[in-house]
């Protein structure tokens, strides 16, 4: 499936729900939701977002998932059963995340901080450092583990799996993804 110019941009300001289940080991964090994302309904959704294909080579995942026109119920509990769960920095939908301020991004941190003490993931891995280092006021944060923890859990910052992120292959992700996934007990 594709989307129109004038069905995305109907979707800017939209949301789209958190996936959190019980037994959250490791919370992925995006930037915020893209216009195909709010389109689909299905976090990173855009077809040349690397996260799904990063999350299948670092074996988070068994196998691929393609949630470009939605994500099944299937594949929903396929993540929720290895303890993944995902949401956003900032909620509204834009075409770039360049489009969001310093005040909503720090506004989403505090939120996020909130929304972790309740969720009590093992780890969260926020993907974007330029996002991070506004948001949580770390000019100088650079990728990998952090020295600080979020609302008690183990903090990673990693590369935005965009496509428009030309810094990152699938493979660079994956091995990110994977460590972050050791650390949160994924892998047993």
Known sequence: MSFTRTELEACRDQTVPDLI????????VGINPGLWTAAANAHFAHPGNRFYP??????????RLEVSDGMAASDRRHLLERG??????VKRATARADELDR???VAGARHLEANVGVWRPKVVALVGIGAYRLAFSSPKAVAGRQPDRLGGADLFVLGNPSGLNA???????AGSFRA??????VFG
Do not use: K, S, W
Request: proline share 2%.
């Open 103 to 105: 005040v909503e991004l």
């Open 21 to 28: 289940g019980p037994g959250l080991r490791l919370l992925f």
């Open 84 to 89: 993944i769960g995902i949401t956003n920095l």
């Open 167 to 173: 810094h990152e292959t699938v493979a660079t992700l």
């Open 54 to 63: 990063a999350l299948h080579e670092a074996g988070i995942t068994a196998y």
């Open 180 to 185: 972050a996934a050791q650390v949160a007990g």
